[in-house]
């Protein structure tokens, strides 16, 4: 073979690449054209706001939350993350002016029905928050707080505590001090410990807000194997401000951000774009979004 013969056929095998290169996988074909989808959903928001007052703080999240997946919520301060969190486990019945608007359901069950009792909600969709709040109590107890309001046999006790600190990756490093006080904790064990309180009630669903927004770096990389090593148990929903973190931790992102509202003047956030993490993070549909991910706005 001549030289113009090899380079004929290597243009054909770069041809060919490039061709190869545009077909869509098996793998993005079977997420945009699938009917099934890959989980199941366990939670579906549909055009829902949020209310403190007449203040409509959040508006338009449209969002199906699947089994088994983490769901980061991302975008910049005041935008309503916290607000659409805690609708989800009707945290927000705790502040006399919130009210919501539209629909929000878990497995298909309206959780604002007023047959729903939102302390049921809470144990089957736990919450950790971005400040480490151990109860002032033994490790023990703090474990053991949910389960002992849930009317759980004290005889379970222990290895509810044994159970829910090994899934927190805690257990090796406090099973000879139980029965000391939680706060003496360091933040790290501390935010571990609140995961494994919220684990004690055997929960569906656990959201996180900013869980490692008070933790050091070495903290926040354990609770994030943790998420990764849990979310094979439940579902997981987190707010962060650390994009690294959404881009690695979480299976799909939810990108709010906030405007000026026409009715009412007032900045309201709204969710702009809810796609698979990687989509939102390399090829984002809307402009917002790519702003927001690459650094120029928020
Ligand atoms: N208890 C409340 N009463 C009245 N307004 C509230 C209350 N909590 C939040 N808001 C308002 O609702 C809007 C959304 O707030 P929210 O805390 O949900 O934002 P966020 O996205 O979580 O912000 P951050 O990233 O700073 O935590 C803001 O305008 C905020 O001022
Ligand atoms: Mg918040």
């Given at each position: 073979m001549n030289d113009e013969t090899n380079h004929d056929a290597q243009k054909q095998v770069d041809e060919m690449d490039a061709v190869q290169a545009n077909r869509p996988t098996v793998a993005t074909v079977a997420t945009e054209n699938?009917?099934?989808?890959?989980h199941p959903v366990v939670l579906s928001m549909r055009n829902l706001s949020v209310y403190y007052g007449t203040f409509r703080?959040?508006?338009?999240v449209d969002m199906d939350i699947r089994e088994n997946e983490i769901t980061a919520m991302i975008g910049p301060s005041g935008c309503g993350k916290s607000t659409v969190l805690r609708s989800i486990n009707r945290m927000n019945d705790l502040i006399p002016t919130a009210r919501v608007e539209g629909d929000l359901r878990f497995h298909g069950l309206d959780l604002y029905d007023s047959k729903v009792d939102p302390v049921e909600v809470r144990r089957r969709i736990g919450m950790v928050f971005q400040k480490p709040n151990p109860f002032p109590k033994s490790i023990y107890d703090n474990i053991t707080y949910g389960p002992r309001i849930a009317g759980t046999?004290?005889?379970n006790f222990d290895e509810i505590v044994e159970t829910s600190l090994k899934r927190a990756a805690l257990w090796d490093e406090v099973k000879d001090r139980l029965?000391?006080?939680?706060?003496?904790?360091?933040g790290g064990q501390q935010q571990r410990l609140c995961i494994a309180r919220a684990i004690a009630t055997n929960p569906d669903v656990l959201l996180m807000d900013e869980?490692?927004?008070?933790?050091?770096p070495i903290a926040t990389g354990m609770i994030e194997d943790l998420m990764q090593e849990i979310k094979s148990n439940y579902t997981i929903v987190i707010v962060t401000h650390n994009m690294q973190q959404a881009a690695r931790v979480s299976d799909r992102t939810a990108f709010f951000t906030a405007q000026i509202d026409s009715e009412n003047d007032r900045r309201t956030g709204l969710l702009v774009e809810f796609d698979r993490t990687e989509k939102i993070f390399?090829?984002?549909?809307?402009e917002r979004t790519e702003n927001y991910v690459t650094g120029r706005f928020g």
């Open positions: 699938s009917i099934e989808p890959d703080a959040v508006r338009d046999p004290k005889e029965s000391e006080s939680a706060l003496g904790m360091s869980p490692c927004s008070a933790l050091d390399s090829n984002p549909a809307d």
